[in-house]
């Protein structure tokens, strides 16, 4: 069945720049699907954040639009979100997902979460 | 783009039925039926239970079932169990092609 997984540092400076990845297991990144990022601070509901295309074409919420970049890499069968500049208000619980119409579907990863603290 | 707006709260006796409401604009609920449903327990990642306004994925208890109305949609939870008690959040698409989220409704089962 098709897995979801999360990675990256739990810990960024503020600043800095928040890096993950999500490897895709049990289907081919390139055979379909779109792919995207959901987060969620602590205690709080859910952001969308964004969606790649197996086309390349992405798609960001206009509020975080400046300072996000999603990418796929077909070789590795994973993709990856950039997140510049973080604050403190970027600390949260990061989810990637399978989009259809730009709403997260039936496959989730588990979530990884990030703090960002000097 | 702005949130969905949902109940903070709602609450319901075992085998009752509840409803949670979901309410956007003519820009993302009522202007496409691209409306998802999602059940959260504490700690876990959300799952997807309603799409397509009233689709349900394989595996998800007939028990919930979605409906929309004009800007608002909703999600019914019939015949109420104990481990129906989670957050709930609704989602939609939007006229710029983004998605957004509903603030989120913790169901409480009395």
């Known amino acids: 069945q098709v897995q979801l997984q999360e990675s990256g540092p739990g810990l960024v400076k503020p600043s800095e720049t928040l890096s993950l990845t999500c490897t895709v297991s049990g289907y081919s990144i390139s055979s379909g699907y779109h792919w995207g990022w959901i987060r969620q601070p602590p205690g709080k509901g859910l952001e969308w954040i964004g969606t790649i295309y197996h086309s390349g074409s992405t798609y960001y919420n206009p509020s975080l639009k400046s300072r996000v970049t999603i990418s796929v890499d077909t070789s590795k069968n994973e993709f990856s979100l950039k997140l510049t500049s973080v604050t403190a208000a970027d600390t949260a619980m990061y989810y990637c997902a399978n989009m259809e119409y730009q709403l997260p579907s039936r496959y989730w990863g588990l979530g990884t979460l990030v703090t960002v603290s000097s | 783009q702005s949130a969905l707006t949902q109940p903070a709260s709602v609450s319901g006796s075992p085998g009752q039925s509840i409803t949670i409401s979901c309410t956007g604009t003519?820009?993302?609920?009522?202007?496409?039926?691209?409306v998802s449903w999602y059940q959260q327990h504490p700690g876990k990642a959300p799952k997807l239970m309603i799409y397509?306004?009233?689709n349900r994925p394989s595996g998800v208890s007939d028990r919930f079932s979605g409906s929309k109305s004009g800007n608002t949609a909703s999600l019914t939870i019939s015949g109420l169990q104990p481990e129906d008690e989670a957050d709930y959040f609704c989602?939609?698409?939007?006229?710029?092609?983004?998605?957004?989220f509903g603030g989120g409704t913790k169901l409480t089962v009395l």
């Open positions: 003519s820009s993302d609920v009522g202007g496409y039926n691209y």
């Open positions: 397509g306004v009233t």
């Open positions: 989602s939609s698409f939007t006229s710029v092609s983004t998605g957004v």
